[in-house]
């Protein structure tokens, strides 16, 4: 089976410039997270949605949404870029079944640059 | 509020050598789940090892093992005879049961194997 998949790769922004970025769940997986993960730093929750609903979402500004798809894929917004900005973004994935809820897949994420 | 420590921060060991990475954590939740992911240079998030908090026995799996310890909210992991290809950083994450699957991580520790 295919893994937690995301595109682009790479993006290179200027600020005040707003990017979508897109993750598509392993299949069978209903839950989505996002993560950011600055230069050097474990990733930071951003948001988390299941079955089309906010499920949760981290300490960022309300520059950042997302949103989740009928086919529970996932597209996550940030608007006005900032330096600050620049990371790798990690979308992750959980599965269904209950035995294993808590065990979240990663995809290789979109490395993001914002000059 | 969820907290992880990694103390470490670069560990460098010569192949075959055995090398243990730290990981202390803090929750006031009874019930959560403790994991490992390494993370190679390409930048995916790959998942090593899951425990729960109910479950304090410690399992070797191949070059893999761990010591959770409740008494010392520690949760440390071992490779055993480490080789070139477990170069990485290496990430302990937290998460407890409701919290919308959030995942808390450490800073992480940069394991590298030389030859």
């Known amino acids: 089976d295919a893994g937690v998949t995301q595109s682009p790769t790479h993006l290179i922004k200027t600020r005040g410039q707003h990017v979508t970025l897109r993750c598509s769940p392993i299949?069978?997986?209903?839950?989505v997270s996002w993560y950011q993960q600055v230069l050097g730093q474990g990733p930071q929750f951003i948001f988390q949605?299941?079955?089309?609903?906010?499920?949760g979402r981290g300490n960022f500004p309300d520059r950042f949404s997302a949103r989740q798809f009928p086919n529970y894929s996932s597209e996550l917004n940030v608007n006005a870029l900032l330096l600050g900005d620049s990371a790798l973004y990690l979308c992750?994935?959980?599965?269904?079944?209950?035995?294993?809820?808590?065990?979240?897949?990663f995809g290789p994420g979109t490395r993001l640059l914002v000059l | 509020a969820q907290k992880v420590t990694q103390a470490q921060t670069e560990i460098s060991v010569v192949e075959k050598e055995d090398v243990t990475l730290d990981c202390v954590y803090e929750?006031?939740?009874?019930?959560?789940?403790l994991f490992w992911y390494k993370q190679p240079p390409s930048g995916e998030l790959v998942f090593l090892i899951r425990?729960?908090?109910?479950?304090?026995q410690n399992e070797i799996s191949g070059r893999y093992s761990w010591n959770f310890q409740k008494s010392t909210s520690s949760f440390n992991f071992t490779i055993t005879a480490s080789q070139v290809v477990d170069s990485a950083v290496y990430f302990c994450?937290?998460?407890?049961?409701?919290?919308?699957?959030?995942?808390?991580f450490g800073k992480g520790i940069t394991l590298s194997v030389r030859p």
């Open positions: 299949s069978g997986h209903k839950s």
């Open positions: 949605y299941y079955e089309k609903e906010e499920r």
């Open positions: 929750t006031r939740d009874t019930t959560y789940y």
């Open positions: 992750a994935s959980r599965p269904r079944r209950r035995a294993h809820r808590e065990t979240q897949y």
């Open positions: 994450a937290l998460t407890v049961t409701g919290a919308n699957s959030k995942l808390t």
């Open positions: 425990r729960n908090s109910f479950d304090e």
